[in-house]
T-cell receptor, first 113, second 114 residues
């Protein structure tokens, strides 16, 4: 079945540092890929998405590129802020009428001032 | 546009009881999905409803059930509660029942089973 693997956490960075969070996936078809973020005590918010190979999703300085050849969707940001501290989830959904999201385990990011 | 709303936000129940959680999707959205989030298992898909029909179901026991009404509002029910059912239950809505469409999540209902 489908699966998403995220790098182990937690991750602690200083403000303005470069961020990379690795995500790889296994899927039978041509999935759409998502990054969601969860702040303490809240639900999940969509950060960015990509629906086909080589698409780049971007939002709030975060970027991720859909790499079909390496089945990856790594999240990057050039300069993190304290306000980026949250839990980040990589997820996929298969194409077609199925809306089911398969999530990775999530990774906690803490940014120090 | 109002977001996805879930009620109640917090619930405390005892083993053996049953519970009903409610979800109101974004206006105009017809697809509602439910997820369970626990520290050990992470985020797991429960089921999805579209136009009052269950389109997909995750790997959960029959104690977990749901339904969707004609106004797209959805409820999920858990019967004979177990300690392991303690979790954050998240509802998500989307405009279409399709994998490319973005799902928008509510704040969740925190269920504690004692």
């Amino acid at each position: 079945g489908d699966s998403v693997t995220q790098m182990e956490g937690p991750v602690t960075l200083s403000e303005e540092a470069f961020l990379t969070i690795n995500c790889t996936y296994t899927a039978t078809g041509y999935p759409s890929l998502f990054w969601y973020v969860q702040y303490p005590g809240e639900g999940l918010q969509l950060l960015l998405k990509a629906t086909k190979a080589d698409d780049k999703g971007s939002n709030k300085g975060f970027e991720a590129t859909y790499r079909k050849e390496t089945t990856s969707f790594h999240l990057e940001k050039g300069s993190v802020q304290v306000s980026d501290s949250a839990v980040y989830f990589c997820a996929l959904s298969e194409s077609g009428a199925n809306s089911k999201l398969t999530f990775g385990k999530g990774i906690t990011l803490s940014v120090r001032p | 546009k109002a977001g996805v709303t879930q009620t109640p936000r917090y619930l405390i129940k005892t083993r053996g009881q049953q519970v009903t959680l409610s979800c109101s999707p974004i206006s105009g959205h017809r697809s509602v999905s439910w997820y369970q989030q626990t520290p050990g298992q992470g985020l797991q898909f429960l089921f999805e409803y579209f136009s009052e029909t269950q389109r997909n179901k995750g790997n959960f026991p029959g104690r977990f059930s749901g339904r969707q009404f004609s106004n797209s509002r959805s409820e999920m029910n858990v019967s004979t509660l177990e300690l392991g059912d303690s979790a954050l239950y998240l509802c998500a809505s989307s405009g279409l029942a399709g994998g490319t469409d973005t799902q928008y999540f509510g704040p969740g209902t925190r269920l504690t089973v004692l």
